[in-house]
């Protein structure tokens, strides 16, 4: 069935995964996804990775947080999706104490997740995109990374790990459910969608960076 994004008879929730798949399967096809899936990717890469994604989760962390009175932020703010202290465990063990980043992607990033502060609704937008991907194929991923990496047993996945949500597939529909029941115009609904396109266009392009540090080392166990 055809859904138009704009069209009001569309569940939100359907429009937003919707107007964005062709965003999704692109992020999902770049080259460092694969390379983790296959545990290829180099460790350093993956440090790399999280240090990123610190960044972004700290900036959206932050301005959720900050706006979770607003009548729509307040419908998914969860402080048990927070991830920062599980990106920071993990970090200490891919990558030990150095967490610098110079990142242009990260910073791009969280440029836009700043600038959707003026919008709270917008927020929602980059909440959505990050927590309902952690929940879902971040899990897939965790599942391959066990796979195709030795000592993960020991820790290193907690960004994975969601004790407060047993059960993710009930947590996603009650999410789902509850962004459906946001009474928005064509045009805020319009811009829901066009900022979920965007932020997965930022998760994409923070993949491809990574890609990059990866030319030239052959095997994961390469020194430097
Ligand atoms: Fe995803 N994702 N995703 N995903 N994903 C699914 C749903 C969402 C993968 C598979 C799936 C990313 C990455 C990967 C979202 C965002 C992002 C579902 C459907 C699958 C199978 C689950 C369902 O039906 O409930 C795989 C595999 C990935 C890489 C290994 C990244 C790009 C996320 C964006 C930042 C979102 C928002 C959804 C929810 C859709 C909905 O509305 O239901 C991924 C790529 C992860 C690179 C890490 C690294």
Redesign the pocket.
Known sequence: MDHPVGDLSTPL?VA??EG?RRE?EQ??G?D??SD??AGRAHPHQYAAYLARLRDVYAALEQAVRDHRDDPVVTQVYDETLCRLDALDADLEFWSGPDRSTGSPAADRYRERIDRARRTPLLLVAHH???Y??DL???R??AQ?MRRGYEGLDRGGLAFYEFDAIPKP?AY?RAY?DRLDGLRLSPSQRTAMVEE?RS??RL??AL?DEVATLGAGCVTPRCPG
């Open positions: 929730s937003m995964r964005s999704h992020a999902e770049t460092f996804v983790l899936l959505y995109t990050r309902l991907g879902s194929g971040g897939m991923l391959a597939v996603k789902r979920v932020a997965f998760n994409h993949l």
